[in-house]
């Protein structure tokens, strides 16, 4: 029972990252999936959340226009497309999994109630700097 988050790099501000989050021994299909960010010296936040069926995203406002996220069931995989990157970026990205959202919303408090979370990565570090 494993979440593995890839795909992190230092890359330059204002190009684009695609990061994994890969789920082993159990069907992540069944699980709303969450990203968060954590950079240097603060508190781990909210990015984005998205629903079993794939069709709603729920975001933490200020991103919502650079972030968004995709599902491959086949592959047991979500995906966190980030574009545009900034130096503020930077920091450690985690996804999380939760079986108790609704098929086609994440909870409510998705992006505070971190215990709602059935499992977590170890997170992929993302670093912006020219």
């Known amino acids: 029972y494993q979440l593995v988050e890839s795909g992190g790099g230092l890359v330059q501000p204002g190009e684009s990252l695609k990061l994994s989050c890969t789920a082993s021994?159990?069907?992540?299909?069944?699980?709303?999936v969450a990203w968060f960010r954590q950079a240097p010296g603060k508190d781990r936040e909210g990015i984005l959340c998205?629903?079993?069926?794939?069709?709603?995203?729920s975001y933490v406002t200020s991103e919502k226009d650079r972030f968004s996220a995709s599902r491959d069931n086949a592959k047991n995989t979500v995906y966190l497309q980030i574009d545009s990157l900034k130096p503020d970026d930077t920091g450690a990205y985690y996804c999380?999994?939760?079986?108790?959202?609704?098929?086609?919303?994440?909870?409510?408090?998705?992006?505070?109630?971190?215990?709602?979370?059935?499992?977590w990565g170890r997170g992929t570090q993302v670093t912006v700097s020219s």
């Open positions: 021994g159990f069907t992540l299909e069944y699980y709303a």
């Open positions: 998205i629903s079993r069926s794939g069709e709603n995203t």
């Open positions: 999380a999994a939760d079986r108790s959202a609704l098929y086609y919303w994440c909870t409510a408090s998705w992006s505070e109630q971190h215990y709602i979370y059935d499992g």
